[in-house]
C-alpha cells in the first residue's frame, strides 16, 4: 500500500493539487452526477484523506463552483450576430447545444447555488440582445429565466428518456385512446403524440417565446430601440 503524505495527504508519486482535485471531481459528475461527488469519494481516486481535501477546497459547494467554471472555461462562447431576437435565439440554441455535451452540469445548475463565472458570457450575450431589443431589467430576466426553463427542460428529460430500460415506454405509447375518450383533443393526439414530439424544435420554441416577449413589451406601450424594430 502507497504511504500518504503527512502533510497532503496525497501518494508522494502523485502530489495533491487543487487541479487535480477538481479533474477527479469532473470524473466522478460525469459518471454518477451531484450525488456521486462527496469528499470521501473524491478522496479514495486521489488515493488520499478526506480531510486533506479542505486545504484546497472550504466544502463541496465551492468544488462544485470549480467544477463548473472548469468546465465552462472550455467553451468559445460565440458573439451572436444579427437582429436582437435573432441573437437571444442563437444564445439559447447555443447555450443547449454545449450543455447537451456535458449532461452532468445541468442537475447543478438547477439547484441554482453554483455556477460557472466565465458561463456567464453567454448571459451577457442574452442581455445585451434583450436590451437592444427594449426589454428592461424585469423583463430582461424574466425572458432569461424562461428560455433557461425550456432548455433546461429539455435536457433533463432528453436524459431521463436515455436511461430508460428496453422495456421501458413513454406514457402515450402505453395509454389507451378509450381511457381518455372524455379529453377530446388529447384522445385526438394521442396516436400521434410520438412522432410530432420526435419533430419538437426547441430553435422553435424559444423564438416563440422571445419574439412573443419582446412584441407584448412594446405593446404595453415600453419603448423599443430602433434595433429592435428590425427583426
Known sequence: MARLDDAHGADPAQPLTLERIVTEARALLETGGYSALTMRALAARLNS???S????VRNKSELLTLALSDAAAEIDWVLPSGTPVERMVAVGVEVHENLSRLPWVVPILSRGTNIGLSALA?????FAAA???GLDDAAMLALWRGVWYLISADLQMQAAAAERSRDERA????TDSECVQGLT???????HWRELS???????SIRAL???????HRAAGAPASSAAAQE
Request: without cysteine.
Open 49 to 51: 484523506r478526506p480531510m
Open 53 to 56: 481535501l479542505y486545504h484546497y
Open 122 to 126: 453567454s448571459t451577457e450575450h442574452f
Open 131 to 133: 436590451a437592444d431589443a
Open 171 to 174: 406514457w402515450y405509447e402505453t
Open 185 to 191: 383533443q388529447v384522445s385526438r393526439l394521442l396516436p
Open 198 to 204: 420526435a419533430g419538437y424544435s426547441l430553435q422553435t
Open 210 to 216: 422571445v419574439t412573443g416577449t419582446v412584441l407584448q
